[in-house]
C-alpha cells in the first residue's frame, strides 16, 4: 500500500456518531420519505376551507379558519412525526442486522453507543427538518390567511361603526391568533413527543426480532402513555392502595419508564389560541430529554451485549 | 517480520448458543486454538455450520466467547480499539444500496477517522486496486455479486488495516470474480498484510493459504503448514517436458530395477476446470 493512513486516535464519538447521523439521514432522504411533505401541503391548504360560517359579529369571522389551519397542521405534524420516528427508526436496525452492514461497521473501531446514538440522531434529524419544512408552510398560510381576516373583521367593523380602539384591539386579538411564539414552541413540543417515540422504538428493536413487533409495541406505549397519568391517578387515589408505599414506588418507577403525553396537551390549548409559556415549554423540554436519554441509555445496555 | 506478537491469536474458544426448544446449549465452537503471526495467509476450512464464521465473529467481538480468549495484535477481542487495525469482510454483504461505491467507502473511511483530502486519495486508491473506478459513482443496488464482493473488500482495507479477516469471500461469485478476489489477496500477502480467511471451496484456499486449519463441528481436527499437510511423504514426483515414450520406459525400467521403489501412476497432468475456463475467456476477449 502506498503512504500510511493516518486514523485520528480513536476517532471522536462526536465525529463518529454524527458520521453515522448523517449517513442515516441520507438513507432516509433516499427512501424518499420527504413525499409526506406534499400530503402535508395538501392538508394545510385544505384546513383552509373549514371555515363554518358563524355571523355573530366580526370578532367571529375567520376565527374557526385560523383555528383549523393550526389544529390540522399540528395534527398532521404529530401523525407524520410520530409515524416517521417509529417507522424508521424500528426498520434501520433490524435491516442492518439483516443485510449485514451492521457487521462491517461493528467490526471498525466503533463503539456499539456510537452506532446506536448515530441512528437515532439521524432519525431526529430527519423529523426535525420534515418539521421544520411543515412549520414553514403552516406559518407561510396562517400568516397569509391571518391578514385576510384581520382585513376583513377591521372592514366589517369599521362598517358597523365600531370605535377606533376596538377595532385595534380585535385586530391585536386575531394577530395573535395566527402565527406566533406559542405556535411554534408547539411544534417543537411535538418534535420532543417524536423525539421520546423514536428513542423508545430503539430501545424496544434493540431486543425485538422484527419491525412489525417494534412498530406495534410503540404505538400501544404512545397510546398507553395519553391514560397512564389518569390511570396512576385513580389507583393513588383509590382508598388504600394510594396510602402504601408500595403503590407510590411502583407509580414513580412507572413514571420514569413510561411517558405521559398527557403533559403535551399544552399543543391543543396552543391551538384554542392561548399562550405557551416559556417556562411550560423549557418543563417539557426537560421531560422529553429525560425520557429520550434514558431510553437511548436503556438501549445501549441490552445492545451492548447483544450479539449477532 | 520482526513482530513477535501475533496477528490473531484465539486460544481455547468455546461458543454456545442458548436454544429454545433444548435444554442442552448449542456448542457451535468447542476448544479451538489458532495463532496467525503477522504476514501470514492463515485458511479455516471446514463444511457449512462447522463454525468457521462463529470463531471469526468471536474474533471481532459480535459474538462473546462462553470461554477461552481472542486477541488481535495482542489486544482483547471484546475491546472496541481491537478494531483498530482490522477489516472485515462478511459472507454475502449487502451494504447500502443507496449509495455509491465512492460513498461507501467515504462512510467507512470516516468511521475510522478518515477525512479531507487523505480520504479522498484513499477512496481512489482502493476504487482503482478493486477495479471499480468505472461503477464509482454508481449506487450499489445496481452492482453485480462480484462487485459487491469487491467493494466489501475495499471498504476492509480503508484504514490500511494489518490484519484483514475475509468470510467465505467467493462465495456467490463467478470463477472470474473468484479470480480477481484471490489476486486481490495474494496482493495483500505481498504487502505484508495477515489475512485470515474460512472457505469451503478448498482449491481457493490452497491457493492463497499459508497455513491452512480444518475444523469440523466446531472442534480443529488438523492445523498445520499447508505444504506440511497436503504432501504425501513417501511419494515423489517428476513433470517432463517433451519426453519421448522410450525416455518414459527407459525411467519405468529404472525405477522397477530399484530395489523398494515403484511406479504409482504415469499419465499427463491435468490442469482444472476452472484454469480452462479462464484460459478459454480470456482467449476470446478481443
Known amino acids: 500500500m502506498s503512504n500510511a493512513v493516518h486514523i485520528s486516535p480513536k476517532g471522536s464519538h462526536i465525529m463518529r456518531i454524527w458520521v453515522i447521523a448523517a449517513h442515516t439521514f441520507t438513507q432516509l432522504v433516499r427512501m424518499k420519505v420527504f413525499y409526506f411533505l406534499a400530503v402535508f401541503a395538501v392538508i394545510a391548504i385544505a384546513s383552509n376551507f373549514f371555515d363554518l360560517p358563524q355571523h355573530e359579529g366580526p370578532e367571529a369571522v375567520g376565527a374557526n379558519v385560523l383555528r383549523s389551519i393550526k389544529s390540522w397542521s399540528l395534527g398532521a405534524m404529530t401523525l407524520f412525526s410520530v409515524v416517521l420516528s ?10 442492518d442486522a439483516e443485510d449485514r452492514t451492521l457487521y462491517t461497521i461493528l467490526a471498525k473501531p466503533v463503539p456499539r453507543f456510537d452506532y446506536l446514538a448515530g441512528k437515532l440522531l439521524g432519525v431526529l434529524l430527519l423529523v426535525f427538518v420534515s ?21 376583513q373583521q377591521v372592514e366589517m367593523a369599521t362598517a358597523m361603526g365600531w370605535p377606533a380602539d376596538a377595532v385595534a384591539s380585535l385586530r391585536a ?4 391568533s395566527g402565527p406566533n411564539a406559542s405556535l411554534q414552541g408547539a411544534v417543537f413540543a411535538v418534535f420532543l413527543r417524536a423525539s421520546i417515540m423514536a428513542s423508545l422504538a430503539l430501545l424496544i428493536s434493540t431486543f425485538s426480532s422484527s419491525t412489525l413487533f417494534t412498530t406495534i409495541v410503540s404505538f400501544l406505549i404512545y397510546f398507553i402513555g ?3 397519568a389518569d390511570a396512576r391517578n385513580i389507583y393513588l387515589q383509590a382508598g388504600e392502595a394510594g396510602e402504601g408505599l408500595f403503590a407510590r414506588i411502583a407509580s414513580l418507577v412507572l413514571s420514569m419508564v413510561m411517558p405521559d403525553f398527557q403533559l403535551f396537551n399544552v399543543i391543543d390549548a396552543v391551538i384554542e389560541g392561548q399562550a405557551l409559556p416559556m417556562l411550560s415549554l423549557a418543563k417539557l423540554t426537560l421531560v422529553g430529554m429525560y425520557y429520550a436519554v434514558f431510553f437511548t441509555f436503556a438501549s445501549w445496555f441490552i445492545f451492548a451485549d447483544k450479539e449477532f | 517480520m520482526a513482530e513477535s506478537i501475533a496477528a490473531v491469536e484465539i486460544r481455547n474458544l468455546v461458543k454456545e448458543f442458548k436454544t429454545s426448544f433444548r435444554r442442552k446449549p448449542l456448542r457451535a465452537v468447542d476448544d479451538v486454538s489458532i495463532r496467525i503471526m503477522p ?18 465473529k468471536a474474533l471481532l467481538g459480535l459474538v462473546a466467547p462462553s470461554a477461552g480468549q481472542c486477541s488481535i495484535f495482542g489486544r482483547d477481542s471484546m475491546k472496541v480499539d481491537s478494531r483498530d487495525e482490522v ?18 467507502l467515504r462512510f467507512y473511511g470516516k468511521l475510522c477517522g478518515l477525512g479531507g483530502r487523505e480520504l479522498e486519495r484513499r477512496v481512489s486508491e482502493l476504487l482503482a486496486l478493486v477495479d471499480l473506478e468505472g461503477a464509482r459513482d454508481r449506487r450499489l443496488g445496481g452492482y453485480s455479486k462480484g462487485m459487491l464482493q469487491r467493494i466489501g473488500l475495499a471498504q476492509a482495507l480503508v484504514q490500511e488495516p494489518r490484519l484483514v479477516i475475509l468470510d467465505e469471500p467467493t462465495a456467490g461469485v463467478d470463477p472470474l470474480g473468484s479470480r480477481q478476489i484471490r489476486d486481490l489477496i495474494l496482493k495483500l500477502r505481498d504487502q505484508g498484510i495477515t489475512v485470515f480467511l474460512c472457505s469451503h471451496l478448498l482449491e481457493q484456499v490452497q491457493e492463497v493459504c499459508d497455513r491452512v486449519g480444518i475444523i469440523f463441528r466446531g472442534k480443529m481436527v488438523r492445523e498445520g503448514k499447508l505444504e506440511d499437510l497436503i504432501a504425501i ?3 515423489s514426483e517428476i513433470v517432463l517436458q517433451d519426453a519421448s515414450p522410450e525416455l518414459l520406459n527407459q525411467i519405468r525400467a529404472l525405477v522397477e530395477s530399484t530395489p523398494g521403489a515403484s511406479v504409482v501412476r504415469t499419465g499427463k497432468p491435468r490442469t482444472t476446470l476452472e484454469r480452462l475456463f479462464l484460459r478459454e475467456i480470456s482467449e476470446d476477449e478481443p
Do not use: C, W
Not at chain 2, 501470514?40 to 471469526?56: A, C, D, Q
Not at chain 2, 449487502?94 to 455509491?100: G, I, N, P, V
Open chain 2, 87 to 104: 477489516g472485515f469482510l462478511p459472507e454475502n454483504p449487502y451494504f447500502y444500496k443507496h449509495l455509491s461505491g465512492a460513498e461507501t
Open chain 2, 39 to 56: 504476514g501470514e495467509v492463515y485458511g479455516l476450512i471446514g463444511p457449512n455450520g462447522s463454525g468457521k464464521s462463529t470463531t471469526m
Open chain 1, 226 to 228: 395519553h391514560f397512564q
Open chain 1, 131 to 151: 418539521l421544520a419544512l411543515m412549520d414553514g408552510l403552516m406559518t407561510a398560510v396562517l400568516h397569509v390567511r391571518t391578514n385576510m381576516v384581520v382585513a
Open chain 1, 173 to 176: 386579538e386575531t394577530l395573535a
Open chain 1, 86 to 95: 417509529v417507522v424508521a427508526t424500528a426498520l434501520l436496525l433490524p435491516k
Open chain 2, 233 to 235: 511423504e513417501d511419494q
